[in-house]
């Protein structure tokens, strides 16, 4: 039929144009970066069985305490966040979920040479004098793989179950200490409370700076808001930039933060609620107009061909 | 002073007063269309409920957008898409079918290419269609601004500095557009008074216009056949609806346009719910920022062909060429000077032509979009200037077109 | 003729099928005008009521509304003795009593002043007076200042959220 003819011209065109402007210009504007499954294979693998109690004497004395908190363990952060950001540029994490967060191998290799496992080792440099912030564990006289195993096996027995990370939990404690979700309401210093008086939430607001000042000087600029992320860069990109920022963006300051997949899975959970936060209502009640639309165009035909019988 | 009645019935009344039944049969029961066209016809219908789908979203969003550069990006993004209920559907409707109306244009203007139906009497529906297309461009610019990411500034950064045309550096005449040196608070305003008033009052307008354009010299049919509306409008009005050439445009022809209609609802509401990335592009979800340029900054895609007729040029160059991309297809009945109104595929050399027009225009479109590095930029120029030489063609090879 | 019958069935089929989109879409632009759900939850306040003095009438706000506290003395509540409509409206908290209500002229919206030295409220746009109890004492107001929905929590009052006082003050009807 000449109609149908005429259809398929048209859908051609309109196919190929697409397929230039959309997917393959943008196959030809972005570097494709494959995803590792944040298996970390440039990390050693792991070769010793940790002992928590060991790990638990060996986390306590290596000093770990001095600038991390660990809440799960009644240990309570030695100093306020905008303290720390002050001595070591952004505020150093608290341990209790660290076993659940990040995955053993990067932990380990953390634990023992921090630049490295953080892949930073461009601004880190030892030889060079600049050290990074966090001390490196250097062993406290027996086998140091041994007494790292240990330490992460305690880390992991104090942490929440994997299943029992939440996607606010994943995003705060490995990525809200740098970054802001004002959608959220999230602020590198937490949750913003709301303040009946001005005054109060001028006096958080001032704190909130002072911190970002430090940490502008320790990253070079201020990690940015990602409330609208999860739109303005798609799903891959960000797991993949989870997974090693230096991929996507070589040189930056922006540390590879070591989740595991089911962590970096949640943080990507926490950023749709922020920016596609009716994603969910789209899906539903685009079924729903989808099945009006058809049921119209079907009611419109049938009236056509009523219409149209008279006519040929 | 005009004799009237007492009313037996309101339409009676009405009638008196607004001759409603002579306007129905004028637009809709005695408003006769040729039997032989095909779905292409109902691409006028499409563009209707496209502007009535983006004029009653875009009415939503303007109840919650608000016009300021500290605030466009967070009403736009928070409290529409979040706490209004349904704004994200405003959104994504308005976003949309902001970009399927520029496709289905496009459709209707080859259409119209194809089949001549810009010929003979027809001028002015041309022209006024064209009209359409240039505000629709601008409608279509100036709402691109008012998200306030990144692509709308800068977007209205490179598109305003056209302005100073380019080595008679008229930067005051740009500075005068943006009401400041950069894009900025005055920027926003007009562009978002532009959207909002000036330009749609203008289309409904120049919609006006299309449609009154139409109204004498009746549709173009898909056989170039010269028909007696009259003479077939007696014989349907006779009972001979069978055997008549014509048909009435309500209910005949509006069934089928409905039915079109359905099915592009379908394919639309499809790409609004689950397909809308091309049309809201991720850059723009980025607020502005004026001290960063984005990596890749391109236009929207129904731009895309001017813009690219534009780019590998040298400035001066590139403008001359870029305005004359925009005015040519005013020009088209004129500089097509063939007697013949019938489908392209009838005209020898025009068919020719034709096709190469639809494919480099496709070409210039792809690569308008794509890095200008290597053999893209190569295909580019070769592809803009093909274009010019083509229009330039265009009245010779049209002018020995042999008579059908 | 049947077949006639028959198009026109399809047209109305057809109408019917768009009518319910038009309807759908209806309720989808009548949702898009509620009050945003940031407005909803900015829709509480809470008053410690006990920083109040008595006899000093303050206007607090709530919903973008003046809200009037004034703690009774106990003059003002010998004086109510015996009045039953007054006394039905005291919000007790703790041993204290207060008016509490709306602080809008129920004629048509003005906010009455508190006179201190005659204890009452007049409205200046038409002449309007309410009791130091928030009673009309004065028409054109057709009833006392509304009582806002409240609920109370030890020392501290809930503007917005209805609590069991407030539920049986509008079943006796002494607010709206």
């Known amino acids: 039929m000449k109609e149908l003819k005429i259809l398929a011209v048209v859908v051609f065109f309109t196919l190929l144009t697409y397929f230039l402007v959309e997917p393959y210009a943008h196959s030809q504007m972005h570097k494709h970066v494959d995803s590792e499954g944040f298996t970390y294979a440039d990390l050693p693998a792991l070769t010793k069985t940790g002992d928590k109690t060991r790990g638990q004497e060996l986390i306590m004395s290596a000093g770990c305490a001095g600038c991390h908190s660990i809440e799960a363990a009644g240990m309570p952060a030695p100093m306020d966040g905008v303290m720390a950001a002050q001595s070591y540029g952004v505020n150093p994490p608290d341990l209790s979920n660290a076993g659940a967060l990040y995955e053993a191998k990067f932990l380990s290799d953390l634990i023992k040479n921090p630049a490295h496992a953080l892949k930073v080792e461009h601004k880190f440099d030892a030889a060079s004098g600049k050290m990074h912030p966090m001390v490196p564990f250097y062993g406290m006289g027996g086998d140091i793989d041994q007494e790292v195993a240990d330490m992460v096996a305690y880390l992991q027995s104090i942490a929440v179950k994997a299943e029992e990370v939440t996607p606010a939990m994943a995003f705060e404690e490995a990525c809200g200490r740098c970054h802001a979700v004002g959608y959220e309401n999230w602020t590198q210093l937490g949750t913003k409370p709301k303040f009946k008086h001005e005054k109060d939430s001028l006096a958080f607001d001032i704190k909130l700076l002072e911190y970002q000042d430090s940490l502008k000087a320790y990253m070079g600029k201020l990690p940015p808001d990602l409330s609208m992320y999860f739109r303005s860069r798609n799903e891959h990109y960000i797991s993949t930039f989870i997974e090693n920022p230096q991929n996507h963006l070589a040189g930056t300051a922006m540390p590879r933060v070591g989740v595991t997949a089911d962590a970096a899975e949640k943080v990507i959970e926490y950023l749709a609620d922020s920016a596609d936060t009716k994603r969910h209502e789209r899906e539903a009640i685009g079924m729903n107009v989808m099945i009006f639309s058809i049921i119209f165009a079907i009611f419109a035909l049938l009236w056509k061909k009523q219409v149209w019988r008279d006519l040929h | ?404 | 003729m049947k077949e006639n019958s028959r198009r026109g069935f399809m047209g109305k089929a057809f109408g019917a099928v768009a009518g319910l989109g038009a309807i759908g879409s209806l309720v989808a632009m009548k949702k898009s005008w509620d009050p945003l759900p940031s407005v909803k939850a900015a829709g509480f306040t809470t008053l410690d009521m006990s920083i109040y003095e008595e006899g000093v009438m303050v206007t607090e706000k709530w919903r973008g509304k003046p809200i009037f506290v004034l703690k009774k003395t106990a003059e003002m509540m010998k004086s109510e003795e015996g009045d039953e409509a007054a006394m039905a409206r005291n919000i007790k908290v703790g041993n204290d009593n207060f008016m509490i209500a709306v602080g809008l002229c129920t004629h048509l919206g003005c906010i009455p002043a508190f006179r201190k030295d005659t204890g009452d409220f007049l409205c200046a746009c038409h002449g309007g007076m309410f009791t130091a109890s928030g009673l009309v004492k004065k028409v054109p107001p057709p009833r006392g200042f509304d009582i806002p929905p409240f609920k109370i929590d030890g020392n501290k009052l809930l503007l917005g959220e209805v609590g069991p006082e407030y539920q049986s003050m509008k079943d006796n009807g002494v607010t709206l």
Do not use: C
């Not at chain 2, 040298?314 to 040519?328: C, E, K, N, S």
């Open chain 2, 1 to 404: 002073m005009a004799h009237f009645t007492k009313a037996t019935s309101v339409k009676d009344w009405l009638n008196q007063r607004l001759a409603v039944e002579t306007v129905e049969k004028v637009m809709a029961s005695e408003y006769w269309i040729p039997k032989n066209i095909n779905f292409l016809w109902a691409m006028g219908m499409i563009l209707a409920v496209t502007f009535g789908l983006l004029t009653i979203s875009g009415i939503f969003l303007l109840m919650y957008y608000q016009p300021s550069v500290d605030t466009a990006f967070y009403s736009v993004n928070y409290t529409i898409m979040r706490e209004v209920d349904f704004g994200w559907l405003w959104r994504h409707v308005h976003g949309v079918a902001a970009s399927v109306v520029f496709l289905v244009i496009y459709i209707h203007m080859f259409t119209g290419i194809y089949y001549g139906s810009y010929k003979k009497g027809r001028e002015m529906i041309w022209i006024s269609g064209m009209l359409l297309f240039v505000t629709f461009s601008a409608e279509a610019f100036s709402g691109y601004m008012l998200p306030w990411g990144q692509m709308s500034y800068w977007a209205g950064m490179v598109i305003t500095n056209i302005f100073s045309l380019g080595s008679l550096h008229f930067d005051g005449l740009v500075e005068w557009i943006r009401g400041d040196y950069v894009p900025a608070q005055a920027f926003l305003n007009r562009f978002f008074m532009l959207h909002v008033f000036l330009l749609p009052l203008a289309i409904m307008g120049l919609i006006g216009l299309h449609f009154a354009a139409l109204r004498i010299p009746h549709v173009n049919n898909q056989d170039g056949e010269e028909i007696d509306f009259d003479a077939e409008a007696k014989k349907y009005l006779a009972g001979d609806t069978k055997n008549s050439k014509v048909m009435r445009f309500a209910n005949d022809f509006l069934s089928k346009d409905l039915m079109v209609v359905g099915l592009f609802l379908i394919f639309f509401f499809y790409l609004v719910f689950w397909h809308y990335g091309f049309a809201l592009d991720p850059v723009n979800f980025d607020p502005a920022d004026g001290l960063k340029t984005p990596a890749h900054i391109y236009p929207e895609w129904y731009f895309l062909w001017s813009y690219e007729i534009l780019r590998p040029f040298p400035v001066d160059i590139g403008l001359v060429a870029f305005g004359f991309a925009q005015v040519i297809f005013m020009l088209l009945p004129w500089l097509d000077r063939s007697e013949n109104t019938v489908p392209a595929s009838r005209r020898g050399k025009f068919a020719i032509w034709f096709w190469v027009m639809l494919v480099d225009m496709i070409v210039l479109t792809a690569m308008g979009k794509l890095p200008p590095e290597g053999i893209f930029s190569t295909i580019g120029l070769v592809a803009a200037l093909l274009f010019i030489a083509m229009w330039i063609i265009l009245p010779f090879i049209t002018k020995n077109e042999k008579k059908v």
